[in-house]
């Protein structure tokens, strides 16, 4: 049997499929699965583990079962031993909790009801991550009994808020261990553009806080000659980008090129929502200041607000700072550089206080090895085009636990999370084509992936 024949079959089963995808996609959508008791009952997380363990086990992973997490939620783990003993091991990850439905009245459909609207599924969770919990059972129902690797599986409960498999991780290695891992928790390009991402930003907060005065003064006698907090704070902020918008800290790199597929800047400025007639910011492409580039981003002050103000001289002010760096910055570096920059602008000699919380590093994967020959192959093979690379300017932490923890496994970041789906936002849907394309590009990967271990 050729690979052309394989992929036939697979293609026709897929589509054969897809009505049961809707179906189950539906239900698993009916679940609000918000992993935040004070919003939602914790039983509707129990249901949706249940609903996916369940299905799982009837895809294959007959040993399916809940793993209790250190925050109470729960993972769906299971595994699906292959005959053949020198098979490799494929870790398929995905997470069943979501992002509450925020703003509810700018929903266009009911978030928890799959709703049909110019050819894509609007829903909470339709593509992040429900839509790629059904890629991984499509891809495993295509297969059906001629699955060539040794399966393990993870679906977790609490990404969206608390990530605490990442502290299960260390402490059960051996449940995980695999020599692929499939991170379906992120998209392409575009709808039929095939893309894995391969390069993550890592984060940490920095807070900040400026002192001048025992007290508020009054702005009339004392304000020309008195140092006003706001105001030092503010000019120490303005300091950490240049007139063009490029992020400017001694020591931190701001001139590094992405080298994968670009980000249009059209597109970026419809996928941000960028007014007419404001700039992108930054001398570099677009690619290149989101994925390749620090980036701060002020979060909060710390100020009188304007109702209720006085006219008085602010005696302290304070601000939480976000910082952004692409693979190669250690950020816990980055985060001392830009403490350093802070307290060596700051004007009048205030007192200045800082605190970094929480340094996550950046990500690149390893790419070149067996697993990206077998997804760039599978990618063409779906799709009809080839796969290219992208960043992603956020921090996923579980992929830095999982590399640390499997220090030879390629992580391969995929999934139906196109652009328009509009994660985490109101009106969030999926594009069903992505799921099929994606549910062959899975079962095409997996009999690659094993051909070429062999
Ligand atoms: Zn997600």
């Not at 698993?28 to 997380?45: G, H, K, T, W």
């Not at 992973?61 to 925050?71: N, V």
């Not at 894509?120 to 495993?140: F, P």
């Not at 597929?261 to 929502?273: K, M, V």
Request: hydrophobic residues 45%; glycine residues 10%.
């Amino acid at each position: 049997m050729g690979s052309e024949a394989a992929d036939t079959g697979l293609r026709e089963r897929i589509e054969g499929l897809m009505g049961q995808v809707r179906a189950e996609l539906a239900e698993l959508v009916a679940i609000p699965s918000v992993a935040d008791p004070r919003q939602f009952p914790p039983e509707e997380c129990a249901r949706a583990a249940r609903w996916v363990r369940d299905a799982f086990a009837g895809a294959g992973f007959t040993d399916a079962w809940l793993a209790e997490m250190s925050d109470g939620s729960q993972a769906v783990l299971g595994s699906r031993p292959c005959p053949d003993p020198d098979a490799p091991t494929v870790l398929l990850y995905a997470h069943y909790d979501v992002q509450p439905p925020l703003n509810e009245a700018a929903w266009r459909t009911p978030p928890f009801e799959l709703t049909e609207v110019g050819g894509r599924w609007y829903g909470r969770g339709a593509a992040d991550c429900k839509g790629n919990i059904l890629v991984h059972l499509a891809a495993l129902r295509a297969l059906g009994d001629q699955v060539p690797v040794n399966l393990k599986l993870v679906v977790e409960g609490s990404e969206e808020t608390t990530g605490a498999l990442e502290e299960f991780v260390p402490g059960n290695a051996g449940l995980l261990r695999a020599d692929a891992i499939l991170i379906c928790d992120s998209g392409n390009a575009a709808v039929g553009q095939p893309a894995v991402t391969v390069s993550l930003r890592g984060v940490a907060d920095v807070i900040v806080g400026v002192e001048a005065l025992t007290s508020e003064l009054h702005s009339g006698l004392f304000g020309g000659a008195a140092p006003d907090a706001l105001a030092a704070l503010v000019a120490m902020l303005a300091t950490l980008r240049d007139d063009r918008g490029n992020t400017t800290i001694p020591g931190l790199d701001n001139t590094q090129v992405w080298r994968g597929a670009p980000y249009p800047a059209e597109t970026f400025r419809a996928d941000a929502g960028v007014l007419e007639g404001v700039s992108l910011l930054g001398d570099g492409a677009v690619a290149d200041m989101v994925w390749s580039r620090p980036a701060v981003t002020i979060l909060g002050i710390d100020c009188p607000p304007v109702d209720g103000s006085a006219a008085a001289i602010t005696p302290r002010a304070s601000a939480k700072l976000n910082l952004r760096v692409p693979p190669g910055t250690q950020t816990g570096e980055a985060a001392e550089a830009l403490v350093r920059h802070l307290r060596a602008v700051a004007p009048w000699g205030v007192r200045v206080t800082t605190e970094i919380e929480a340094p996550g590093p950046p990500f690149a994967a390893r790419t070149g090895g067996p697993a990206y020959q077998a997804i760039e192959a599978a990618m063409r093979e779906a799709y009809g085009r080839p796969m290219v690379t992208l960043g992603d300017g956020g921090s996923i932490p579980l992929c830095n636990v999982l590399a640390d923890a499997y220090p030879d496994a390629e992580l391969i970041l995929m999934g139906v999370e196109e652009p328009l789906a509009l994660i985490h936002a109101p009106n969030e849907s999926v594009d069903p084509a992505e799921i099929a394309a994606m549910a062959l590009t899975e079962a095409l990967f997996l009999q690659r992936y094993a051909a070429i271990r062999r």
